[in-house]
């Protein structure tokens, strides 16, 4: 019995593997290739900007503020390989209106051709208790983490369609794979994405265009600072639990994962467990990282509880904390 076991657990992974070239996309090549990145001219967008640029890509960079783009556009030329190598940048809010996000796209392809890559790093964070956190917050940061995605992705997908090839990437977040005291406005916007990229890649798949969802740390750029300075106690002690990331290691990452075609790209060894854990229906593109999926998730769910008492234990000692010296503020 064990023996006939043993034999079909063998024969299984065997299909598998010959399989596996069947399933796993063909690399994209930087080299010459027109990427568009938005929220590139701060943090990990930059950052990915920059690894694409080292690899020969030509960028287009998209985002508001008009001065920090010029800035980014001078220090990502820096990196350049060759002279014909190009920087473009186009300010606009790309949570706003899908028709400018339209004409924007098209001016890009009209001036670096078709979009072989899109990465949509755009996205803000805000941290509070579910009651403190301003009403308009919840529709503003859907607006700018999930339409801004929606948007400049629904722009290039025909285009794709028609040449049979691209990548498009979106920048969740480890908060849209769990959700964390103080980030009931952010962690919604950042599952939303895992259910467009789901969605999106069973759609495109068969027109040889990949998704990748990156579920970045905290990292350390000018978005984090921002958000630091409003984080309840709670959600910096629990996020204390796993360290800071730096940008330029978490954007090598994600052109890494992109390039391959790869649906997660997680960073560091909580990224990796939390991407088993959290893996559920998504599809995979090589066998041993179904294999690996299959192996790993029942033990990362153990030390997953442990984490999540933790957690708990921490949000109950806050509470009582507060409660105290609320108490001794009436008593004085
Ligand atoms: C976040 O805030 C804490 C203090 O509340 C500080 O110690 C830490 O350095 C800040 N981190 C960043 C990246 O700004
Ligand atoms: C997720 O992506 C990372 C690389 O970015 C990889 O090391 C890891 O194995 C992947 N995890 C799963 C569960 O597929």
Redesign the pocket.
């Known amino acids: 019995m064990l023996l006939l076991a043993a034999a079909f657990l063998v024969a299984f992974v065997l299909l598998l593997y010959m399989v596996s070239p069947l399933i796993s996309p063909k690399p994209l090549k930087l080299a010459g290739a027109h990427v568009v990145v938005t929220g590139g001219s701060s943090g990990i967008g930059k950052c990915v900007a920059v690894e694409c640029f080292k690899q020969g890509a030509f960028i287009t960079l998209v985002a508001r503020d008009e001065g920090k783009l010029v800035q980014a556009k001078k220090e990502i030329e820096k990196y350049s390989i060759n002279d014909k190598q190009v920087v473009l940048c186009i300010s606009v809010d790309i949570s706003k209106d899908y028709r400018q996000v339209e004409n924007v796209i098209k001016q890009a392809q009209e001036k670096l051709g078709p979009v072989d890559m899109l990465v949509n790093c755009a996205g803000m964070a805000i941290a509070g208790n579910f009651e403190e956190i301003e009403i308009d917050k919840f529709a503003r940061l859907m607006e700018i983490n999930y339409l801004g995605s929606v948007y400049p992705s629904r722009a290039v997908i025909s285009t794709m369609k028609e040449r049979r090839m691209g990548r498009i990437v979106f920048v969740s977040s480890q908060a849209g794979q769990l959700g964390l005291f103080g980030y009931t406005a952010y962690s919604p916007t950042k599952f939303a994405l895992r259910g467009l990229a789901e969605a999106l890649q069973m759609e495109v798949k068969p027109y040889n265009i990949y998704v990748t969802v990156a579920y970045p740390p905290?990292t350390?750029t000018p978005g984090?600072?921002e958000e630091?300075?409003t984080?309840p106690l709670e959600t910096?002690l629990i996020s204390e639990s796993s360290s800071?990331c730096q940008a330029d290691q978490v954007a090598r990452v994600i052109v890494k994962d992109a390039i391959q075609g790869n649906f997660n790209s997680s960073v560091g060894s909580d990224g990796y467990m939390l991407s088993s854990l959290t893996c559920g229906m998504s599809p995979v593109t090589t066998i041993t990282e179904g294999l690996q999926q299959v192996v790993t998730m029942g033990l990362f769910r153990i030390i997953a509880l442990f984490y999540l008492g933790s957690f708990d234990s921490i949000v109950r000692r806050c509470m009582i904390q507060k409660h105290n010296s609320q108490k001794s503020c009436k008593t004085d």
Request: charged share 55%.
């Open positions: 905290d350390d984090f600072a630091n300075k984080k910096k800071l």
